[in-house]
DNA sequence: GCCAACGTTGGC
DNA sequence: GCCAACGTTGGC
């Protein structure tokens, strides 16, 4: 099983629309950017994203899980983009930010704090035991 | 709102 | 195939 992060802007598509979605879930739609694409034709069934919220609140919040895997993006006419369907899964304990991260070396790796703009990247399973333990601290 | 970084486009 | 121009993203 791997570990990836998604990006979005609360503005545009946030945790708590994500949340509303349920079992359901929503393909991950609107990627036009080749890594990312990439990256999510690597995405196996049951793989597990952090839901990152980018602009006004730069944290992750929630984590997601794969229920579909890449498959054509249905806003795109070029036939070139993929997409994959997630689902929520639950919230983290509380919001881990951009801040922290960029502050624990541990981190120091992670795209997220040295490639901004990449709006799919993985993550590592230490990256993400890190995740966890901070969004287990109060 | 600004600006830096970076990806993409298009002319040559 | 290179490179300049341009557009977009996202942190500050």
Not at 44 to 73: M, R, T
Not at 113 to 130: D, F, G, H, I, K
Request: proline letters at 7%; glycine letters at 4%; a negative charge.
């Amino acid at each position: 099983m791997k570990y990836w992060l998604l990006k979005s802007e609360p503005s545009d598509w946030s945790w708590d629309d994500q949340k509303a979605k349920g079992a359901e879930g929503e393909p991950w739609t609107g990627v036009r950017n080749y890594q990312a694409r990439n990256m999510m034709r690597e995405m196996a069934l049951g793989d597990l994203a952090l839901f990152y919220h980018s602009q006004s609140e730069k944290a992750c919040v929630g984590i997601v899980e794969v229920i579909h895997e890449a498959h054509p993006d249905p806003t795109d006419d070029s036939g070139k983009w993929d997409c994959v369907t997630v689902k929520a899964v639950r919230d983290l304990l509380r919001p881990v930010t951009l801040a922290e991260l960029k502050d624990d070396p541990r981190c120091a790796d992670m795209p997220l704090v040295n490639r901004p703009r990449l709006s799919v990247q993985p993550v590592s399973a230490a990256e993400w035991a890190v995740i966890e333990e901070r969004a287990a601290e109060d």
